[in-house]
């Protein structure tokens, strides 16, 4: 199943060490954050790869180049403005399969992937994210999801994050058919979590895949200790 890293973020939480570093190429337990997820990807057999980028991006693409060197296929898809989450995913439609996963280039979630494009194929789903009960606080990230009996997604908000009724939090991990791209405009910046996952919700074509395992992330100096710690 093609794989697609969203890589373009600023960064801006993690300054100064993004001022001449993409977020994704920042040093955690001795390489690139991205070689990581590279390396969990290859070793699943998931070996082609589209980076959408954007700051900074060429850092990224003289870095890994084509991807042989880790026993992948790289491409790559460059914002040369932000766009947001759905917007590098509109720009880079032409590359796209007609099912995909997306994963975050700042996240980290050691789960069997295929299992998530599996929830996919089996519920005829538009869309599947990976969600996580952090029970213990763990990540300290509020929960955004709640779902249904079944599965369904019937409520997702960041912005009331932690609000009752919402239990699961987003994980990372998304699978996607490419038909979620007719839902985004034609141009200017979209975002996949303020407006096409509520969308999605609301025609009920958003489905969960629970997971006991706990992300990791680098979007904050704290965040980024803890990551480098476990990866390390």
Same mark, same amino acid.
């Given at each position: 199943m093609q794989v697609v890293i969203l890589a373009g973020g600023l960064g801006k939480r993690l300054l100064p060490l993004t001022i001449d570093v993409p977020k994704p190429m920042v040093p955690v337990a001795g390489v690139p954050y991205l070689e990581h997820q590279f390396r969990l990807l290859a070793e699943q057999g998931l070996r082609d790869v589209v980076l959408l980028t954007g700051y900074l991006g060429e850092q990224i693409e003289e870095c890994f180049g084509d991807g042989r060197r880790l026993g992948l296929r790289l491409r790559y898809s460059r914002e040369r403005q *932000?766009?947001?989450t759905g917007g590098a995913l509109r720009e880079a439609r032409a590359v796209l399969e007609e099912r995909f996963l997306v994963i975050y280039g700042d996240s980290y979630l *050691?789960?069997?992937y295929? @299992?998530?494009?599996?929830?996919?194929?089996?519920? !005829?789903a538009a869309a599947v994210m990976a969600v996580y009960h952090d029970l213990f606080g763990e990540t300290n990230v509020l929960p955004n999801v709640a779902l249904a009996d079944d599965g369904a997604v019937v409520?997702?908000?960041?912005?009331?994050?932690?609000?009752? !009724?919402?239990?699961?939090?987003?994980?990372?991990?998304?699978?996607l058919r490419r038909s979620v791209l007719d839902l985004l405009p034609a141009n200017g910046v979209v975002s996949l979590e303020e407006e096409i996952f *509520? @969308?999605?919700?609301?025609?009920?074509?958003?489905?969960a895949y629970p997971t006991a395992q706990r992300f990791y992330d680098m979007g904050t100096p704290e965040r980024l200790r803890v990551i480098e710690e476990y990866l390390a």
């Open positions: *932000p766009l947001g *050691p789960i069997e295929h @299992a998530v494009g599996e929830v996919l194929a089996s519920t !005829g409520r997702y908000d960041k912005k009331a994050a932690g609000s009752r !009724g919402l239990e699961y939090i987003e994980a990372g991990v998304l699978a *509520p @969308a999605l919700v609301a025609r009920g074509e958003l489905y």
